[in-house]
């Protein structure tokens, strides 16, 4: 279970994670009965999905969905802040969706140091002998299981909105939410098969992805809606986004780096997975852009193209070419910059002339941004 960080116990400005635990936990043993109820056979498919959002996880989108709700003057306690919980909850069941579906589509062998869910059916199924293409088989289960996890998302929204008299406010922020990930995604697999050869036009499209696939619906979009449900001002939604958008963005450049350069005992994930898988990345690009520049490095450009996306690829290659390029740096850099453009969003005035994001807010998103952005996993 997470738990606050040490040394911040709650004391309202951090979300509790007990109730958050408590609110999962219940509301999953709820639907794993309703679907035990179509035919006890499927409850061990739904347990999957039941551990998959119980244990683990950063619990960013909650955490952040919290502050949006105290920036925009929402109380740390009492019923709104139970119905907040309801809505915190959601974006982990959202997450979840992502997820299985993102490693289906990564042909992801592991996620958060275990086997991925569409894996670990594949192999009960191989090990059972009960189906005859195995891996079919855990890619159908995994798939539903998003679409289960995605359906009560929905439910979990309106339990939460609801009673808060937010709903009419909220949603559009919650249909937005749930369609730019998407579209993030699908835009993700557009720029993977794309036969553009231009590094600066690669790196606009990988800039793009960032900005929907992950700083959206990890970031800004959580703040949006957590504001939206308190009644925000406009001044404090304002830039609230524009810390989310920018914090999310260095988010997904850090994850770039540790896709490829992550240690694998931390990360759960193996080294070099995303140049097996064939991300498009901002580190991609910079990288391929210096090589091109270079006349004497055609050969390295030659080869970090062939091996980018096959499963044979030499990762150690690979990550030896471009961490002998200034990529890294170059990326390093974009994140202190996105990052120092973030934190200075937080310090804007309203027009009340008083600080659009309190105090008590302000520090803990400032807090938020250094783990989100200089984290090892």
């Known amino acids: 279970m997470n738990r606050p960080e040490p040394g911040l116990p709650h004391t309202g400005r951090v979300i509790d994670a007990d109730r958050l635990h408590a609110v999962i936990t219940a509301e ?26 119980t244990d683990g996880g950063k619990r960013l989108r909650p955490q952040f969905l919290w502050c949006g709700w105290l920036a925009g003057g929402g109380a740390a306690t009492g019923p709104d802040a139970d119905a907040v919980l309801q809505v915190a909850a959601a974006l982990e069941l ?31 199924a191989a090990d059972a002998g009960v189906a005859a293409d195995p891996e079919h088989h855990g890619v159908s289960v995994a798939i539903l299981l998003g679409d289960l996890a995605l359906a009560w998302c929905d439910d979990l929204f309106l339990a939460g909105a609801l009673p808060l008299g937010a709903a009419r406010r909220a949603a559009p922020v919650w249909r937005a939410m749930r369609t730019e990930v998407l579209a993030g995604q699908l835009l993700d697999l557009a720029v993977t098969v794309s036969a553009e050869v231009d590094p600066a036009a690669q790196e606009r499209d990988a800039m793009r992805v960032n900005r929907y696939k992950t700083a959206a619906y990890t970031i800004e979009r959580p703040l949006h809606l957590g504001a939206a449900l308190a009644g925000a ?13 920018d914090i999310g963005v260095a988010f997904q450049l850090r994850d770039d780096l540790l896709g490829v350069f992550g240690d694998p005992a931390v990360t759960g994930k193996p080294a070099g997975d995303d140049l097996v898988e064939g991300k498009q990345t901002v580190l991609l690009a910079l990288a391929r ?13 030659a080869d970090l193209d062939a091996g980018v996306g096959r499963a044979d690829a030499d990762t150690e290659k690979l990550t030896a070419i471009i961490a002998g390029t200034g990529a890294v740096g170059a990326v390093e850099r974009r994140i202190a910059e996105l990052v120092g453009r973030g934190l200075a969003a937080l310090s804007s005035i309203g027009p009340n002339g008083r600080s659009a994001v309190p105090d008590p807010v302000h520090e803990r998103l400032a807090d938020m941004a250094v783990a989100a952005t200089a984290r090892r996993r």
């Open 28 to 53: 999953l043993a709820r639907r794993r009965a309703d679907v035990a109820a179509v035919d006890p056979r499927l409850v061990e498919d739904v347990e999957l999905l039941v551990e998959f959002v």
């Open 94 to 124: 959202l997450q979840a969706c992502a997820l299985l579906h993102d490693d289906i589509i990564d042909r992801s062998q592991r996620r958060r140091g275990r086997p991925s869910t569409h894996r670990a059916v594949a192999k009960r």
């Open 233 to 245: 001002a406009p001044a404090t939604i304002a830039a609230l986004r524009t810390y989310g958008t």
């Open 289 to 301: 852009a210096e090589l091109g520049r270079a006349p004497d490095r055609v050969g390295e450009l």
